[in-house]
């Protein structure tokens, strides 16, 4: 086993190559998600988003878990990687083509007609997911975050260049859907160039058996957990119409881009590196507790800065047809805020091998989800938002505070780390509230927008500084390292 300080300067260089990784990733993919919005209207991205609600769903459990587990696995051996890669290779082309031939019931499902050339031609999306699955955890599992950042962010820049090339020509949804294709069909290239390893002709069911064990509480857990994140999509988009679904999946993914960026980039990388320590106590706590708390020092002034300046950004970005996304992105932001640190605890669960619990936790979290949402429904959009947002807070508690018992961490010692940060992110809010309030509606939203970002900037680094917050000074420290011992 590697020396501690060895071992943690690996996980300190995973974290922040995934975690600044996925900034640029993510601020690429916002670039041209902002071009196309700006060419394309809300019921364009409500048909993709009646669609992406089954394809995302069977596309994040088609590897089972196995993916996760060849990452978690101490002893891994070329039957474990080979028979993963035709299993879900196998399972990927059943399952486009099962979908493919439902096309039609799923566009009766919804009642709009447009839905069913899309569901039929994004079935491939299965296939290429399947074919650098085993490629994609073979790098995680050596840390090899900057090869991964720079395959992820190539095969985005390309897919947006497609995507805005054929909105700007005409082509409506169809450009979101090349988008999606061609993102997936480049990284799965990529992937398989470069992992340096190609699969053999063997398919062996002891090998998938030792891995089923950890992979089957995945699949379950994944499960749950889409429907439970995505019911809120399913209710408007079945009970309010396109229109409505354009308008709430645009503001959902402006709000989680401060958990994608962060604290699933971070979740990612803390996931490999917690397992390879996953026997010693006092260190999976440590390294769990200040990767919570550098990842909340990002997520909160950025949740709670989409709270104050949701009016500017929404119709400076992404055009005035879009102001009715406004409310939805103050309430949605504060679920991300809470989701941002609860994001951690899946990579603590699966480090220690408890995918049972991690899985009973899910169930709790996606039942209140669901029925949230439900209730929310009777009010329209911000009914459902709310709802998805009541539910987020409500299940956070009991997650955190179990996650903390499988290492001696109590709930006391987490708000102690978090507590610092959300004052001085509270304290940011306060100022671009202020410049809000006193420009009164008489600047035009793009210069009101910069404005306010570089006060609660300012704003933000002062009172970090003024309440000496401890997690600030570590991240400032793990920046100046070398980035060495990446494994990319």
Same mark, same amino acid.
């Given at each position: 086993m590697?020396?501690?300080?060895?071992?943690?300067?690996? *996980?300190?260089?995973?974290?922040?190559?995934?975690?600044?990784?996925?900034?640029?990733?993510?601020?690429?993919?916002?670039? #041209?998600?902002?071009?196309?919005?700006?060419?394309?209207?809300?019921?364009?991205?409500? $048909?993709?988003a009646?669609?992406?609600?089954?394809?995302?769903?069977?596309?994040?459990?088609?590897?089972?878990? %196995? /993916?996760?587990?060849?990452? @978690?696995?101490?002893a891994?051996?070329?039957r474990?990687?080979? !028979?993963?890669f035709?299993?879900?290779?196998?399972?990927?082309?059943?399952?486009?083509?099962?979908?493919?031939?439902?096309?039609?019931?799923?566009?009766? #499902?919804?009642?709009?007609? /447009?839905? @069913?050339?899309?569901?039929?031609?994004?079935?491939i999306?299965?296939?290429?997911?399947?074919?650098? !699955?085993?490629?994609?955890?073979?790098l995680?599992?050596?840390?090899?975050?900057r090869?991964?950042?720079?395959?992820?962010?190539?095969?985005t820049a390309?897919a947006?260049v497609?995507?805005?090339?054929?909105?700007?020509?005409?082509?409506?949804v169809?450009?979101?859907?090349?988008?999606?294709?061609?993102? *997936?069909?480049?990284?799965?290239?990529?992937?398989?160039r470069?992992?340096?390893?190609r699969?053999?002709?063997?398919?062996?069911?002891?090998?998938l058996? &030792? %891995?089923?064990?950890?992979?089957?509480?995945?699949?379950?857990?994944?499960?749950?957990?889409y429907?439970?994140?995505?019911?809120d999509?399913?209710?408007?988009?079945?009970?309010?119409?396109?229109?409505?679904l354009?308008?709430?999946?645009?503001?959902?993914?402006?709000?989680?881009?401060?958990?994608l960026?962060?604290?699933?980039?971070?979740?990612?990388?803390? #996931?490999? !590196?917690?397992?390879?320590?996953?026997? &010693?106590?006092?260190?999976?706590r440590?390294?769990?507790?200040?990767?919570?708390?550098?990842?909340?020092l990002?997520? #909160?002034?950025?949740?709670?800065g989409? +709270?104050?300046?949701? &009016?500017?950004?929404?119709?400076?970005?992404?055009g005035?047809?879009?102001?009715?996304?406004?409310?939805?992105?103050?309430? %949605?932001?504060?679920?991300?805020?809470v989701?941002?640190?609860?994001?951690l605890?899946?990579?603590?669960?699966?480090?220690?091998?408890?995918?049972?619990?991690h899985?009973?936790?899910?169930v709790?979290?996606?039942?209140?989800?669901?029925a949230? +949402?439900? +209730?929310?429904?009777?009010?329209?959009?911000v009914?459902?938002?709310?709802?998805?947002?009541?539910?987020?807070?409500?299940?956070?508690?009991?997650?955190?505070?179990?996650?903390?018992?499988l290492?001696?961490?109590?709930?006391? !010692?987490?708000?102690?780390?978090?507590g610092?940060?959300?004052l001085?992110?509270?304290?940011?809010?306060?100022?671009?509230?202020?410049?809000?309030?006193?420009?009164?509606?008489?600047?035009?939203?793009?210069? $009101?927008?910069?404005?306010e970002?570089?006060?609660?900037?300012?704003?933000?680094?002062?009172?970090? @500084? %003024?309440?000496?917050?401890?997690?600030f000074?570590? +991240?400032?420290?793990?920046?100046?390292r070398p *980035?060495?011992?990446?494994?990319?």
């Amino acid at each position: 086993m590697a020396p501690a300080d060895t071992q943690e300067a690996r *996980a300190g260089a995973a974290i922040r190559w995934s975690v600044s990784g996925r900034l640029a990733v993510q601020a690429i993919r916002l670039g #041209f998600g902002v071009a196309v919005a700006r060419l394309l209207s809300p019921r364009e991205f409500g $048909l993709l988003a009646l669609v992406t609600v089954l394809t995302q769903f069977v596309t994040s459990v088609t590897d089972a878990g %196995l /993916e996760d587990a060849l990452v @978690q696995r101490r002893a891994l051996e070329e039957r474990h990687r080979s !028979s993963v890669f035709w299993l879900q290779l196998l399972v990927g082309g059943a399952l486009a083509v099962a979908t493919h031939l439902a096309a039609p019931a799923v566009a009766r #499902f919804y009642a709009v007609a /447009e839905v @069913q050339p899309l569901v039929e031609v994004l079935a491939i999306l299965f296939v290429l997911r399947a074919v650098g !699955s085993v490629p994609r955890a073979l790098l995680v599992r050596r840390l090899a975050f900057r090869r991964l950042i720079a395959i992820e962010a190539g095969a985005t820049a390309a897919a947006g260049v497609a995507g805005v090339g054929l909105a700007a020509g005409g082509a409506g949804v169809a450009s979101l859907v090349a988008q999606l294709l061609t993102a *997936a069909a480049l990284e799965s290239a990529l992937l398989w160039r470069a992992g340096g390893w190609r699969p053999t002709f063997v398919l062996r069911t002891d090998a998938l058996g &030792e %891995l089923f064990g950890f992979g089957v509480y995945r699949i379950a857990t994944r499960t749950l957990g889409y429907w439970g994140q995505h019911a809120d999509k399913l209710l408007v988009g079945k009970l309010l119409g396109v229109g409505p679904l354009g308008l709430y999946e645009r503001a959902y993914a402006l709000t989680r881009f401060p958990v994608l960026w962060v604290a699933r980039a971070a979740a990612r990388a803390a #996931f490999p !590196s917690l397992a390879g320590i996953q026997d &010693e106590t006092a260190r999976v706590r440590a390294l769990y507790l200040r990767t919570t708390a550098a990842v909340a020092l990002v997520t #909160f002034p950025l949740c709670l800065g989409l +709270v104050a300046a949701a &009016e500017p950004l929404v119709t400076g970005l992404l055009g005035p047809q879009w102001r009715a996304a406004v409310p939805l992105v103050r309430i %949605l932001a504060v679920a991300s805020l809470v989701q941002s640190v609860a994001t951690l605890t899946g990579s603590l669960y699966l480090a220690q091998g408890r995918t049972d619990l991690h899985f009973r936790m899910n169930v709790l979290q996606n039942v209140a989800m669901i029925a949230a +949402v439900a +209730v929310g429904g009777r009010w329209g959009t911000v009914g459902v938002a709310a709802g998805h947002t009541v539910a987020t807070v409500v299940t956070a508690l009991p997650t955190l505070w179990i996650a903390g018992r499988l290492v001696g961490s109590p709930l006391r !010692s987490l708000a102690a780390h978090l507590g610092p940060v959300l004052l001085a992110s509270a304290t940011m809010t306060l100022a671009v509230l202020g410049l809000d309030a006193a420009a009164g509606g008489r600047v035009a939203a793009l210069p $009101l927008l910069a404005g306010e970002v570089a006060a609660g900037a300012a704003a933000y680094l002062a009172a970090l @500084q %003024l309440f000496r917050v401890e997690s600030f000074g570590d +991240v400032l420290r793990a920046l100046r390292r070398p *980035a060495r011992a990446d494994g990319g």
